[in-house]
């Protein structure tokens, strides 16, 4: 592909959404990880388990410069990349995005509904 296909080549949808998708799970743990770790605080569990020690250290100031990057990359990728690796990438980020989100929110509510104490 020369650099006259490239410029005219125009970003489809798909990519814009993988990258969307990524900002806003990125911004949405980034912006609960705190909430949570007042709600720890507030039911006393501390010291917090190792494995929920990482929610403490989560805050929107880097998660959501980290979605954008990856939604600029997504989007640049849409004009360099062939449309099959683009697709693979996109879908890559998509299930991503919503894997991390899921093992976030499971994570972050495991010590409020732990009933062994």
Known sequence: MNETDTARK???????IA???????LFLIGKAAPV?????RVFEIDPL?????IISR?????????GS?????????????SRRTNLVVDVVCIVSAV?????????????????RS
Not at 49 to 53: A, E, F, K, Q, R
């Open 36 to 40: 949570f770790v007042e709600m720890y």
């Open 58 to 66: 989560i805050h929107w100031f880097w998660t959501l410069p980290l």
């Open 99 to 115: 894997t991390i989100f899921m093992t976030f929110a499971i994570t972050a509510f495991v010590p409020v509904f732990d009933m």
């Open 49 to 53: 388990p190792p494995n929920i020690l």
């Open 69 to 81: 990057i990856i939604a600029a990359i997504l989007i640049w990728g849409s004009r360099r990349w």
């Open 10 to 16: 125009r970003p489809i949808v798909l990519p814009c």
């Open 19 to 25: 990258g969307l998708l990524c900002v806003l799970s």
